[in-house]
C-alpha cells in the first residue's frame, strides 16, 4: 500500500486528499473520502456556524477517521473560526494567506495546521509561521489560485519545506499525477476537480457532466470575479478563481458593468446552497480533461492509489 510520511502525521492511510468546496454541505463524499483512508475535507464559506455545528456532527456520525475543516480570506469568518477551534478537528486547512495568528490558536488547540500556498514568497511566510503541512497549489487548478504552474511550484516548495511535508494540487485527476506528484518530492496530492464528478458530491448533474465533456481549455480564469464574490478581509490575501466558461463569465470578462451584484448574488448563493451554480460560474480546474465519468468517492481514492502503484512500479501502459 502507497504511504507516505504525511500519512502517519494526519492519521491517515492512503495520500489522497480532497479539496473543500466552499459553501456546500460535502459530508457524504468527505466522509466516504475519510473511511477509504483519504483525508476529507468540509469547507465553511457562506454558511451559519449553527449549520456548520449540524454537519460537522453528522460528519462524525459517519466516520470515526480525521478530516479537515478549511478557512479562507474571503471572507474569513470568526465565529467560525472559533467554532471550528472549540470542534477540535485534527486539522484546519487554509487558503488564500497565512494567518499567523490563527495557525497559533489551532497549535494551541492541539489542530494540525495545513496551508495551501500559490507562490515561493506565501511558501516562504507558511513555513516561518510552523505549518505543519503544505499544499503547493499549481494554477492549474479549479477555484482560486496563482499563476505558478504545479511542475514548478511542487519542487520548488519541496525544496524550501525541509522536514515540513508537501503535498500537490493543481491539474492531478488520476494516479499518473500521484505518481509524478511524488517524482516532484510531494508526499501526496490534494483533488478538488475528480471528486467534484464524484457520486458522493451534492452538485447538480449538469455540473459534474460539464466536467466530463470539458477540455483543459474550457476552464478559464474569471476576470472580474471581484464584482460578485466576498471581498477579502485579511492583509495579504489573493487569489483569482478557475471556472468553466459560462456565459456569465464571459460577461464578466467583457462586460461587467452589465451584471448587477445586488440582483446576482443573492440567486447564485441561493443556487450554490442547492447545489447549482454551473449555469453561473462552475468551479472547475484544467483537469477537468483528464476526468471522464463519476464514481463513487472511495472507488476514486483507491483506483488513483492502485494506478500510482503501477506507475512507480514501470507496469503502467
Not at 55 to 60: N, P
Not at 203 to 211: L, P, T, Y
Request: net charge negative; charged share 20%.
Amino acid at each position: 500500500m502507497l504511504r507516505t510520511p504525511v500519512c502517519e502525521l494526519l492519521g491517515i492511510e492512503l495520500p489522497v486528499v480532497c479539496a473543500p468546496f466552499g459553501p456546500w454541505s460535502e459530508v457524504p463524499l468527505a466522509a466516504a473520502v475519510c473511511e477509504a483512508g483519504g483525508l476529507g475535507s468540509l469547507g465553511t464559506a457562506g454558511r451559519t456556524v449553527s449549520d456548520l455545528q449540524r454537519e460537522w456532527g453528522e460528519m462524525r456520525r459517519l466516520t470515526s477517521r480525521p478530516f479537515a475543516i478549511n478557512h479562507t480570506t474571503r471572507p474569513l469568518d470568526e465565529n467560525a473560526f472559533q467554532a471550528t477551534i472549540e470542534e477540535h478537528p485534527a486539522v484546519i486547512s487554509f487558503h488564500l494567506a497565512v494567518p499567523q495568528d490563527l495557525i497559533s490558536r489551532a497549535h494551541d488547540a492541539g489542530i494540525l495546521w495545513i496551508q495551501q500556498v500559490m507562490d515561493a514568497r506565501q511558501a516562504a511566510e507558511a513555513l516561518d509561521a510552523g505549518v505543519d503541512v503544505l499544499i503547493a497549489q499549481g494554477g492549474e487548478a479549479g477555484g482560486h489560485g496563482g499563476e505558478v504552474s504545479t511542475l514548478v511550484i511542487v519542487p520548488q516548495v519541496v525544496d524550501m519545506a525541509g522536514d515540513t511535508p508537501v503535498i500537490a494540487a493543481g491539474g492531478i485527476a488520476d494516479g499518473r499525477g500521484l505518481a509524478a506528484a511524488l517524482a516532484l518530492g510531494a508526499q501526496g496530492v490534494s483533488m478538488g476537480t475528480r471528486f467534484l464528478a464524484s457520486k458522493e458530491m451534492p452538485a447538480s448533474d449538469e455540473w459534474k457532466q460539464r466536467i466530463l465533456a470539458a477540455a483543459a481549455t474550457d476552464a478559464v480564469k474569471v476576470a472580474g470575479s471581484e464584482r460578485i464574490l466576498p471581498p477579502y478581509n485579511r492583509p495579504g490575501s489573493f487569489g483569482v478563481p478557475r471556472a468553466l466558461r459560462t456565459p456569465f463569465v464571459d460577461t464578466l470578462r467583457d462586460s461587467p458593468e452589465d451584471i448587477d451584484p445586488k440582483e446576482v448574488v443573492p440567486r447564485l448563493m441561493q443556487a450554490l446552497h442547492a447545489g447549482r451554480g454551473d449555469e453561473y460560474m462552475p468551479f472547475a480546474g484544467q483537469s477537468a480533461a483528464l476526468v471522464h465519468d463519476i464514481q463513487p468517492a472511495g472507488e476514486i481514492v483507491r483506483g488513483i492509489v492502485r494506478e500510482a502503484e503501477a506507475v512507480l512500479a514501470g507496469q503502467h501502459r
